[in-house]
């Protein structure tokens, strides 16, 4: 998935030693704010020593970020994760229409609804209602109890 945006916080590194093969590791988390009607924020997280000093994120910098999602339970709770594995500065990430059929290719979903939810909507007709019917002129009733 991707996120085009401004990066408006940079999170302090946490760093350790793993317990299980004794290296030592290195994540960081940042927050980027996608533009539009309703900006939306998302924190990310890269991991590895090596592509926090590759990749260089500065606050407020326009870049596109590459990432996968994940969620894992502890404590009977459910947490997720957005793991950066890419960083874009300079251009946009081109996606795939949702209209476009790509044979072998996932459909891409878009990411946000539209910023008019009637924008999608079938357009609208000239009488809100339909018309009233007029009442038989034989003298019937209608049959409702009520």
């Known amino acids: 998935m991707d996120l085009t945006g401004k990066i408006i916080a940079i999170l302090p590194a946490n760093s350790g030693v793993s317990q299980r093969t004794g290296n030592p590791w290195m994540s960081q988390e940042y927050v980027i704010e996608v533009p539009g009607q309703y900006p939306r924020k998302c924190v990310f997280r890269l991991f590895g020593e090596d592509r926090i000093k590759q990749f260089n994120i500065q606050a407020g910098e326009e870049l596109t970020v590459q990432f996968d999602i994940d969620a894992h339970e502890y404590n009977g709770r459910w947490f997720n994760?957005?793991?950066?594995?890419?960083?874009?500065?300079?251009?946009?990430?081109?996606?795939?229409?949702?209209?476009?059929?790509?044979?072998?290719?996932?459909?891409?979903?878009?990411?946000?609804?539209?910023?008019?939810?009637?924008?999608?909507?079938?357009?609208?007709?000239t009488a809100p209602f339909p018309p009233a019917q007029e009442p038989a002129g034989d003298g019937a009733t209608d049959d409702l109890p009520f």
């Open 81 to 125: 994760e957005i793991r950066a594995f890419n960083i874009i500065r300079g251009q946009v990430a081109q996606t795939v229409p949702a209209a476009t059929t790509v044979p072998g290719a996932a459909p891409t979903a878009m990411p946000f609804p539209p910023a008019d939810p009637m924008a999608s909507a079938a357009p609208a007709t």
